[in-house]
């Protein structure tokens, strides 16, 4: 039986407030709590719409959940999983956005998620491992998923590149052998009846705040991040890599300090990774309003933000089972999967050699990229967090959130010596 309105609610709030550590973790825990624990979905449905996901703009993890509730409970179920895995780490970020902007930098806040980034290393080590197991079927597959990793990590292959080749393969290589046929379950007046109460739902709202406002720094906002929304396959880090040198030297709204403040307070609270763009756009609104237009800010760059990511998913998540029936349509998303298995180990090594490291350098040796960590900087702290953190779960098989609390206890404690 589908679960009830209320019980997708409940998870899906535990989900948002346990989804520290980026998308590799947030895809990692969702797996564990709806096809491990519940078995609200399978393990064909819940990779097919991964490969899905990451085959749209914005952030993949955000619009997994949303797939998951519109396949629970239609659009309503939808709406409640996307925005209560945005909402509790959009509570977070403002709060520490406001803190930021009165107080500066934050130590407390700092030595607490050290403890919470230490669990997630081992939340996304456990979930690589179930993954693969998994998405790899035979030695192509695993081929693929080595490619993809070496591709993105030491060459910096665009992540649309990596899915479009890996897409292309896998329904080459497919057999043609017709398979059972799925009906698509919804028409296409109705998908473009869709696309228009979305951008309406989207883009309405801006016209309205432009018109009472008359073209101020939240026109500005809103029209960049509604561009990045549309522009930034890839996930997370992809808008990161299109939105910091913009954000920093064409409109000059945050300082390089900032920029990396920001996307360290969005790494280690709940939530997308992209919430990095809230903290943005209510530190370019403080600086021309104050508080009032900072929360102004951080509202209108959440609604340009995640509005289209509910719009890609409810568009198009009726026709995932169909496409998922299609030898070679099949074919394609088996490889990407296989190809995203080594795209979450690339940000799987970078997270952690963030968390481990306090400086981690990038080096480009001819078409080589390195990332080289100073070991001088090495965090001995986040490595016994770490081993701390892999005992609780890995042995002692301790729920998530007990794991958390008792990491960040741990790392106010190691904090004194």
């Known amino acids: 039986m589908s679960p009830t309105i209320a019980q997708i609610f409940v998870v899906f709030l535990k989900i948002g407030l346990l989804s520290f550590g980026g998308p590799a973790a947030q895809i990692a825990l969702m797996h564990r709590m709806l096809v491990d624990e519940r078995d609200w979905l399978t393990e064909k449905q819940f990779l097919n719409a991964l490969s899905f996901c990451m085959l749209l703009p914005g952030p993949e993890a955000m619009q997994l959940a949303t797939y998951a509730g519109w396949r629970l409970q239609g659009v309503l179920g939808g709406l409640i999983a996307g925005l209560l895995f945005v909402l509790p780490g959009a509570a977070v970020i403002f709060a520490l956005a406001l803190l930021y902007v009165t107080y500066g930098d934050l130590p407390l806040v700092d030595t607490l998620f050290l403890g919470v980034q230490?669990?997630?290393v081992v939340i996304v080590v456990e979930a690589l491992l179930k993954l693969s197991r998994r998405a790899l079927h035979g030695r192509?597959?695993?081929?693929?998923?080595?490619?993809a990793f070496v591709g993105i990590f030491f060459f910096a292959v665009p992540f649309p590149v990596i899915v479009l080749a890996a897409g292309v393969y896998g329904a080459l290589m497919a057999g043609s052998d017709a398979a059972p046929a799925l009906p698509v379950t919804v028409s296409a007046g109705r998908s473009l009846g869709t696309i228009g109460i979305g951008l309406a739902i989207w883009g309405l709202p801006v016209l309205a705040v432009d018109a009472a406002f008359n073209g101020t720094i939240l026109t500005e906002i809103a029209l960049f991040f509604s561009k990045l929304a549309v522009v930034t396959f890839g996930g997370a880090y992809a808008v990161l890599a299109y939105m910091a040198q913009d954000v920093v030297v064409q409109y000059g709204w945050?300082?390089?300090t900032e920029m990396m403040d920001g996307l360290g307070l969005a790494e280690t609270t709940p939530g997308p990774l992209i919430l990095v763009t809230q903290f943005v756009g209510t530190l370019a609104a403080f600086r021309e309003g104050g508080y009032g237009l900072a929360v102004a800010g951080g509202l209108m760059t959440l609604w340009v933000t995640f509005v289209p990511c509910f719009l890609w998913i409810f568009?198009?998540?009726p026709y995932i089972d169909w496409i998922s029936a299609q030898p070679r349509l099949n074919g394609a998303l088996r490889a990407i999967t296989a190809a995203v298995v080594g795209v979450i180990l690339n940000l799987s090594l970078w997270f952690a050699l963030h968390v481990v490291f306090?400086?981690?350098a990038e080096t480009q040796v001819g078409v080589l990229r390195l990332w080289l960590p100073d070991a001088a900087t090495l965090n001995w702290h986040a490595m016994a967090l770490i081993a701390l953190s892999a005992g609780?779960?890995?042995?002692?098989?301790?729920?998530i959130g007990w794991a958390l609390g008792l990491s960040a206890a741990a790392a106010l404690v190691l904090a004194q010596f």
Do not use: I, M, S, Y
């Open 118 to 120: 230490a669990v997630a």
């Open 140 to 147: 192509a597959h695993w081929v693929l998923a080595g490619l």
């Open 254 to 256: 945050l300082t390089p």
């Open 315 to 317: 568009v198009g998540a």
């Open 358 to 360: 306090g400086t981690v």
């Open 392 to 399: 609780l779960l890995l042995r002692l098989h301790l729920a």
